[in-house]
């Protein structure tokens, strides 16, 4: 385990250039080994849980050239034309590598296994094992139905319409991936619609996808190769812009970062608890993918409830929200939130004990967490408790600590890797700036 001391900052005002989009990136590989012929993918996202997807993908028989910092090239064979592994299939910390590619091996007439590390063990796959068996496709997790999940897959799936309790990208995405290789078609119908990155990149492979609201229809069929540059992670960005709000006088620019409509909660939260925020649209990615430059301006804040389909559109940004509301006048009331539970760690509990630390007074329920503002940081040693998006948060936090007040010391920051490897040295060029 490694640890990261931060200081307090004395102002912000820079630029920071993120790494390209996880979730993009990791759907991008796959769709790239699913179709027939070569793909080139440009700026993808150099972190640990996108490795993983590679490898796995190795493991299956295709040809993954990749060309560091950031390119890959692919030869895909087309859909359900996976071979076998060797082996075990590592998706290490990746709940989006397990799930995803468990819908694509569902496809195919091999057997795999699919594990990760005592985390992944973890987090909830039955919600992706239901409606996959009911498909036709073999598959036995735990007795908790969690990984390690093993899949004996076949050509031709059966198309169905799945409703899942739980609104998830992934869930979604893992149907939509084996509804490629199902005899008929395939709806996936959430309770709340979730990020659409594999629909519209479905669309670009040149897929028939039908979506109406919360309802998702997609057509099986072959798979076009294709060249993508993969915009800039909103999700990494949210920590420098988040850190940016909470000062008047403070600023920061991220270039180039993904707009997807289902990903973009960070900043409506942001614009509602007063902060500047500027958004300059450029040419969608791959045609299909919003992206442009955001700036965010700090001003004072203000408590707000983040709430049903806000909550779903940010759920990932929670924690470094949670943190900024610390700083916000007022109130913060984070509802819906169950979800928070089935992550990396559970989070509601570990941003509870995180910020107790720094001072910050918070309750909590099953599904909500609300945040008692605004409070005078102190200086703490805090946990990531494995949790990538904890080492993060709580380096702003220690960022956020008023001036001579002493550093904070982050346990566990190489956790920040599994999403984004550069995260602290960019956060110190920013803070020397």
């Known amino acids: 385990m490694t640890r990261e001391s931060v200081a307090p900052a004395g102002r912000v005002d820079g630029e920071v250039n993120v790494p390209g989009d996880k979730s993009i990136s990791h759907r991008a590989l796959i769709l790239g080994a699913m179709a027939r012929g070569r793909t080139y993918i440009g700026n993808a996202s150099p972190a640990a849980d996108v490795l993983a997807t590679a490898a796995c993908l190795r493991a299956c028989g295709v040809w993954v050239r990749d060309f560091p910092p950031a390119r890959y090239a692919l030869d895909g064979?087309?859909?359900?034309?996976?071979?076998?592994?060797?082996?075990?299939?590592?998706?290490?910390?990746?709940?989006?590598?397990?799930?995803?590619?468990?819908?694509?091996?569902?496809?195919?007439?091999?057997?795999?296994?699919?594990?990760?590390?005592?985390?992944?063990?973890?987090?909830?796959?039955?919600?992706?094992?239901?409606?996959?068996?009911?498909?036709?496709?073999?598959?036995?997790?735990?007795?908790?139905?969690?990984?390690?999940?093993?899949?004996?897959?076949?050509?031709?799936?059966?198309?169905?319409?799945?409703?899942?309790?739980?609104?998830?990208?992934?869930?979604?995405?893992?149907?939509?991936?084996?509804?490629?290789?199902?005899?008929?078609?395939?709806?996936?119908?959430?309770?709340?619609?979730?990020?659409?990155?594999?629909?519209?990149?479905?669309?670009?492979?040149?897929?028939?996808?039908?979506?109406?609201?919360?309802?998702?229809?997609?057509?099986?069929?072959?798979?076009?190769?294709?060249?993508?540059?993969?915009?800039?992670?909103?999700?990494?960005?949210?920590?420098?812009?988040?850190?940016?709000?909470?000062?008047?006088?403070?600023?920061?620019?991220?270039?180039?970062?993904?707009?997807?409509?289902?990903?973009?909660?960070?900043?409506?939260?942001?614009?509602?608890?007063?902060?500047?925020?500027?958004?300059?649209?450029?040419?969608?990615?791959?045609?299909?993918?919003?992206?442009?430059?955001?700036?965010?301006?700090?001003?004072?804040?203000?408590?707000?409830?983040?709430?049903?389909?806000?909550?779903?559109?940010?759920?990932?940004?929670?924690?470094?929200?949670?943190?900024?509301a610390s700083q916000a006048d007022g109130d913060t009331e984070i509802r819906d939130a169950g979800e928070l539970r089935n992550k990396e760690s559970d989070r509601i509990a570990t941003l509870e004990t995180g910020l107790r630390l720094l001072g910050v007074p918070c309750d909590s329920s099953a599904e909500t967490l609300t945040i008692h503002g605004p409070v005078r940081l102190r200086p703490a040693r805090l946990d990531a408790e494995g949790d990538h998006r904890f080492a993060m948060a709580w380096a702003i936090a220690a960022a956020l600590v008023p001036a001579g007040d002493g550093e904070s010391v982050i346990e566990g920051a190489e956790t920040a890797a599994v999403s984004y490897p550069g995260f602290f040295a960019d956060l110190r060029k920013l803070l020397a700036s």
Do not use: Y
Not at 194 to 209: N, S, Y
Not at 237 to 263: E, I, Y
């Open 77 to 324: 064979n087309g859909v359900g034309r996976l071979r076998a592994p060797d082996g075990v299939l590592d998706c290490a910390n990746s709940g989006t590598t397990m799930r995803l590619l468990a819908g694509v091996l569902a496809g195919n007439d091999i057997e795999a296994t699919l594990d990760g590390d005592s985390s992944l063990r973890r987090r909830p796959m039955s919600r992706v094992v239901d409606p996959l068996r009911a498909m036709g496709a073999e598959i036995e997790a735990s007795p908790q139905g969690t990984a390690p999940l093993r899949v004996h897959g076949t050509e031709v799936l059966e198309g169905l319409t799945w409703r899942p309790p739980v609104a998830s990208a992934q869930v979604k995405s893992a149907i939509l991936l084996a509804g490629l290789s199902a005899a008929g078609l395939t709806t996936v119908v959430e309770p709340i619609p979730t990020r659409d990155h594999t629909e519209r990149m479905l669309r670009m492979c040149g897929v028939e996808v039908v979506s109406n609201g919360a309802e998702v229809t997609v057509h099986p069929g072959p798979l076009e190769p294709f060249g993508l540059r993969v915009p800039g992670d909103l999700g990494s960005a949210a920590f420098f812009l988040a850190l940016a709000a909470s000062r008047p006088g403070w600023r920061v620019r991220c270039p180039g970062l993904g707009l997807n409509p289902g990903r973009i909660g960070i900043l409506e939260v942001l614009q509602a608890m007063g902060a500047g925020v500027h958004v300059e649209e450029g040419d969608p990615a791959g045609g299909v993918e919003p992206a442009g430059d955001v700036e965010v301006r700090g001003t004072h804040l203000r408590g707000v409830t983040i709430s049903g389909s806000l909550t779903v559109r940010c759920i990932d940004e929670l924690p470094i929200i949670a943190v900024l």
